[in-house]
DNA sequence: AGAAACATGTAATCGGTTACATGATTAT
DNA sequence: ATAATCATGTAACCGATTACATGTTTCT
């Protein structure tokens, strides 16, 4: 998904200005799933106005810089249907994480085990925050993506709760034993 | 992750050709997390090369063009073994079909069922693929990554067949009670 | 006083994808 | 014949990340 089709989708859901939109990919559902940074994001609007995919206007704040908000146009909000019917390749799961632990056998131990406990505390942190969101005023759409998410990060932490110590114990058992030693 | 650690990883494996490592981005454990191309592992190779960490032989062999194999040298060995203790941030779900199915409701009810039934058979088709991969011979990395997969999908397999009906019912519900006429 | 949030943008850089360029052999 | 596999590489392009540049207000 490239970063004007991002910026679509939020201007779907109401208008907004490019900070907001940047807002936007940090809580709630669309945090989890896709990222934009104001680099990308500004430069996408730009675009989207030359292509009349949106509107633009500009508000003066008491006490705070002005903000240019961005509407969809009908052109835009087709351009976005459009990208919605395009069918887009199935998504990897593409993980830094299950690289390195391709690799468990060539780690310490120690390691090893700060990498999985890390991996498993950020995956709870996110649980329990997600957890907290109220989706009750959300429609089926959203909802539908936090629990797909919720069901995800479950399952990523059960498999590693009940496979961590199968890693361990090659990893342990690959150690010289000299550490009794010590 | 970038594609010199990537390719770095794949020798850490075993002595591989460009063309050799692009291939175990094609299948297996590897190919589900992550992927490169020609375009991007013959350049990391030469930096590689230029940094010290690997070494190539020329190959020639009868029949087939030229190959050249790379090896790990000891700083390579190294460079990767440090790139594993580094840590990485954490894996986002980063997903085109989730970002779509944010805006399920905006999507015709054909379509969005069709977008479900693609993503599932796609999930299905590489449960069986996997179902059929032997992990006897591979180590306990591999076998822990090649397990993860398999949980993924499962999970996401069934929260989808448990959930898309909710989906497509209130899809159903927003559009058009005229089809009856039809 | 200093940091953080609000607000917009540009420029340099970096790296990945895609297409191009070449060429032999093997299988259909 | 033609496509596919084996094999290596370069060049153009595109877009994302990062840093830079600017300026106010509010909170600590």
Not at 166 to 180: G, I, V
Request: net charge negative; hydrophobic share 45%; aromatic share 8%.
């Amino acid at each position: 998904m490239d970063t004007k089709t991002l910026c679509l989708g939020v201007l779907a859901h109401g208008d907004a200005s490019g900070y907001e939109i940047k807002k936007a990919f940090e809580d709630e559902a669309l945090g989890h799933i896709q990222d934009a940074g104001f680099g990308s994001i500004y430069p996408a609007l730009s675009r989207l106005l030359k292509a009349g995919h949106v509107t633009v206007t500009a508000e003066t704040q008491a006490g705070k810089p002005d903000k240019k908000v961005y509407s969809l146009t009908p052109a835009g909000r087709l351009a976005f249907l459009d990208a919605l019917a395009t069918p887009s390749k199935f998504d990897q799961l593409r993980s830094d994480f299950l690289f390195k632990m391709l690799f468990a056998e060539l780690m310490p131990a120690r390691q090893l085990e700060a990498a999985l406990d890390a991996h498993v505390a950020e995956i709870r942190g996110r649980l329990e925050r997600m957890a907290g969101d109220d989706c009750g005023h959300v429609g089926v759409g959203p909802q539908f993506v936090h629990g797909f998410g919720l069901a995800m990060y479950r399952a990523a932490d059960a498999y590693i709760e009940e496979h961590k110590y199968e890693l361990l114990r090659a990893a342990l058992m690959s150690e010289q034993p000299a550490e009794a030693a010590e």
